[in-house]
């Protein structure tokens, strides 16, 4: 495919600002995908194209945003969507729409260094977290705010409550009446990381919290759900690199679930490692979510692995595959007391293909 080129535009916007610059970028996949349980095998393409605008006033500030016309704008339930505009200068970066909230900006993922598949099979198993916490609760539109100075970065986030009955994060339960979902104030998150080096390599560590109130549409009150946690990268010049993180996720329903223990808690444990050597590229992760007994909320582990080769000029090709082993409910599902009776479920995916960068 003849490799795209975009030519920096300078739009005049006023006498009052300095020009600004719009970018094009994009990538184009094509293979084969497949795995077990409903998996189909099937061919597999997608494309991504992104528009990246920006400029600087006289003084200094500097303003922006960025288009991803790979999302959905127009899917139900989003408003839209991959869709973030900024401004920033000497007091940090305020940016609002589809951008990560406090928590996830805090942690790292443990895919760093990964060389990715075409069906992103290495980070859509049942163990892997990438750190999201409780973003997308409602229309995924954040209101985040950055600042970052000798290498520490703090970030804190709001997602407003637009009054729509939310999705239910965690696979948290029914609550048994015809309000199937949760309905909650804003989703607060703060986090932060600092960035540091070493000789031959370096690191970066962070942490995360992110909560909200009031979630269940059928009972008043302050029902609570939270997660918080840590994480920590490396990245060596010999081009190994490693990452790891935990979270705690925290769950008070009040009186929705007809049990003695009306609360209860999960974690998430993750590692992960890649290598780099020549054009060749391969990396590996675990996960693992861990509930107690009580929790409405399946265990689940999984492990992902992908490949890669540089075949130059922006073409790469690709292998990934993924696993994912889903437990039993481990408490009841609705308000009626229900006992669970899902059964262990065991699945894979897999995909093959090419990758083209612009």
Known sequence: MKKVLFATTALVASAGFASADVALSGSAQMGVQGGSGDAVTQFVQDIDVTFTLSGETPGGITFGAAVDLD??????????????????????????GDTDGGFDAGMQEVNIGSPGS??????????????????????????????????????????????ATIARPFNLPDDGTAADGLEADEVFGIGASYAGSFGGGSYTVGAG????????????????LSI???????????????????????????????AADRSFSGTHVAVGASY???????????????????????????????ASYDLGGGLSAHVGYGDSDIGSVNGVLTSTATSATAARTDASTWSVGLNMSF
Do not use: C, K, P, R
């Open 276 to 306: 780099s050597f020549g054009d060749f590229a391969v990396h590996a992760n675990y996960g693992e979510f861990d509930w107690d007994s009580n929790a409405t909320v399946e265990d689940a582990t999984g492990f992902g692995l992908a």
């Open 71 to 96: 999302e959905d704008a127009g899917a139900v339930g989003t408003d839209d969507a991959g869709v973030a505009i900024f401004i920033s200068g000497d007091f940090g970066t305020l940016t609002m």
């Open 228 to 258: 918080v946690g840590v994480s920590a990268t490396v990245a060596l010049d010999n081009g190994l690199s490693a990452g790891i993180n935990y979270s705690q996720i925290d769950v008070d329903l009040g009186t929705v679930i007809a």
């Open 118 to 163: 075409i069906n992103d099979d290495e980070t859509t198993h049942a163990g892997y977290s990438g750190n999201a916490g409780l973003d997308g609760t409602f229309d995924g539109q954040i209101l985040s705010y950055s600042y970052s100075v000798s290498g520490f970065t703090i970030t804190g986030s709001i997602e407003q409550d637009d009054g």
């Open 209 to 224: 919290y992110q909560m909200t109130q009031d979630s269940h549409a059928a009972v008043a009150g302050d029902q609570e």
